[in-house]
């Protein structure tokens, strides 16, 4: 290469440089720092669903909305899409084996009713789970199981029931009631049994949800393209050297706070071709219940893509600036965003960690079985995080250069997606689980 072209090529890369810092300049790490600190506060309690802590952080988020100038959600009058859930905790649970009791801390239950009375001259299918069988394999197995079922697991998964047996004595949230089988499991030696009583009296309560959610309307008006982050954590745990609260701030206070800062980047911009959807979603921590209530509001076929963004708060594996993409190849999302980023300071990766299923554990799972492109963005080093639903998850241990620069690589990564240039093609349906 002549010296000419060289200093060509030299003054092109500067002017790209200089005008993608202009084109950024309203992501800054002060205004990052100040939006995660708030939703990770001791005063937050922690954002557990049901809780003040989780209304608290609405409120907040509802005011960066208005703040912003954002347009409530496509049907709704405000910011709040609030609906209603039930919590089914554990009053009662008694059964008896073959003539003997069992004690309580042997027992649980999960169940949509309020009570359940059975005896061995009911319709209740017995299965057993032995000493050398996967009881957490199992367990998963019989979420599809349609008929009501007793079972018996072996004391050798004494440890994992007790965690499980605990886990249930807080309680379930149901969409619905008296839908789904029943299932009630007993910690016995017991192989079979010639006569069982199975008794079950839960307390059930009527509790609201909310998703907070905000709009920006597109030329074309309805192609929706959704940028994401669940704003629950899991509130008040045991306490560690006299911390109780587990903050959150990456799981998921630093995704939230991303989805906050792009709704302010896109607000300043020019009005985008597609309609963009900002949402912080209730409840994922208990199973997604948020993103499921909002994709039934809207018709996925209209959603082109979504952006779930998830734990960016610290590098990852690939280094800095990178992230990666759960379920990189279910689309080609992924590429297309690898495209915009050539030439930058930023990197997306397929997601390293295969085996921990990311896909699926994070909102974007509800909307890619509608067949929508739907991923998420994380960055976390999962396989060796300590922080990870523990009391420490706090805003010390966020790298704040990083999450801002995490903020700036999707604002470029979803640019294309946003004027409409780029379209990712859809999830196949069938593949997804």
């Not at 965003?337 to 509800?366: C, K, V, W």
Request: proline share 4%; net charge negative.
């Amino acid at each position: 290469m002549n010296n000419i072209k060289l200093t060509l090529l030299l003054v092109a890369c500067g002017f790209t440089a200089t005008v993608q810092a202009q084109e950024l300049a309203p992501i800054t790490q002060a205004e990052t720092t100040r939006i995660v600190g708030t939703l990770s506060a001791d005063d937050m309690q922690g954002r557990a669903s049901f809780t003040p802590g989780i209304e608290k952080a609405a409120d907040f988020i509802q005011n960066e909305f208005q703040r912003i100038g954002l347009k409530p959600l496509p049907g709704e009058s405000d910011f709040k899409q609030t609906f209603t859930m039930y919590r089914v905790s554990p009053k009662e649970v008694e059964v008896k084996l073959n003539g003997k009791a069992v004690k309580p801390e042997q027992v649980f239950a999960i169940t949509d009713k309020k009570e359940l009375e059975w005896t061995n001259k009911g319709k209740q299918k017995l299965m057993t789970v032995g000493a050398q069988d996967d009881f957490r394999a199992v367990l998963g197995e019989l979420n599809d199981e349609k008929q009501d079922m007793l079972v018996l697991v072996h004391p050798k998964h004494k440890d994992l029931f007790s965690r499980y047996q605990h886990y249930m004595s807080s309680g379930s949230v149901k969409k619905e009631l008296g839908q789904s089988a029943s299932k009630v499991f007993v910690l016995t030696d017991y192989v079979k049994v010639s006569k069982y009583e199975v008794e079950v009296e839960n307390k059930i309560e009527q509790l609201q949800l909310t998703n907070v959610g905000g709009m920006i309307e597109g030329k074309r008006k309805d192609e929706y393209v959704v940028f994401s982050g669940h704003y629950d954590h899991i509130g008040i745990q045991e306490p560690v050297a006299g911390d109780s609260i587990a903050n959150g701030a990456d799981d998921d206070a630093a995704g939230t706070t991303a989805m906050i800062m792009l709704a302010d980047y896109y607000k300043q911009q020019p009005q985008p071709e597609r309609s963009l959807l900002f949402v912080a979603f209730t409840a994922e921590e208990m199973g997604g219940f948020g993103s499921k209530y909002f994709t039934e509001q809207l018709n996925p076929d209209q959603i082109v893509a979504m952006f779930n963004i998830e734990m960016v708060g610290k590098p990852s594996k690939f280094g800095a600036n990178s992230a990666y993409l759960t379920g990189f190849e279910r689309s080609d999302l992924g590429n297309l965003m690898q495209q915009r980023l050539q030439g930058t300071n930023y990197s997306i990766h397929p997601d390293p960690y295969p085996e921990q299923n990311l896909f699926y554990r994070s909102d974007n799972a509800t909307l890619a079985r509608l067949g929508v492109p739907a991923h998420t963005i994380s960055s976390v080093q999962i396989d060796k995080d300590k922080t990870y639903h523990t009391v420490k998850d706090e805003v010390s241990q966020l790298d704040m250069e990083h999450l801002t620069n995490m903020i700036k690589a999707i604002a470029l990564a979803s640019e294309g997606v946003v004027s409409g240039e780029d379209t990712p093609t859809r999830v196949d349906k069938s593949q997804v689980r």
